[in-house]
Nanobody, 123 residues
């Protein structure tokens, strides 16, 4: 039973940065795109970023492009999301998930595993 565990969320002031981590349980290595999603209170889930297994290609929602950077660990069993220039509208529960559709728009189509989420709050 594969599990994804996120960490790194927290509260920051506008303009600040956070780095989220997502680790896969066991020795599972993902050979598919993996992604980050978020859900703000009262809003629909939003796809934030996806990354190919080779890390050669990354994709971002327009709302975070230029501020967020997605990357994968060398063992291909972890995914990271570096968030710079955070804004109050970035406040949301952030989830990693896999496998995801590659490319944009970033969709949860085909996702079989979700992490428990980590809260990001920007004031």
């Amino acid at each position: 039973h594969v599990q994804l565990v996120e960490s790194g969320g927290g509260s920051v002031q506008g303009g600040g940065s956070l780095r989220l981590s997502c680790t896969t349980s066991g020795s599972t290595q993902w050979s598919y795109c993996m992604g980050w999603f978020r859900r703000a209170p009262g809003k629909a889930r939003e796809g934030v970023a996806t990354i190919y297994p080779s890390s050669d290609s990354t994709f971002y929602a327009d709302s975070v492009k230029g501020r967020y950077t997605v990357s994968r660990g060398n063992a291909n069993n972890s995914v990271y999301l570096l968030m710079n220039g955070l804004k109050p509208e970035d406040t949301a529960m952030h989830y990693c998930a896999g496998p995801t559709a590659c490319g944009t728009p970033i969709r949860a189509l085909g996702v079989t595993v979700w992490g428990q989420g980590t809260q990001v709050t920007v004031s």
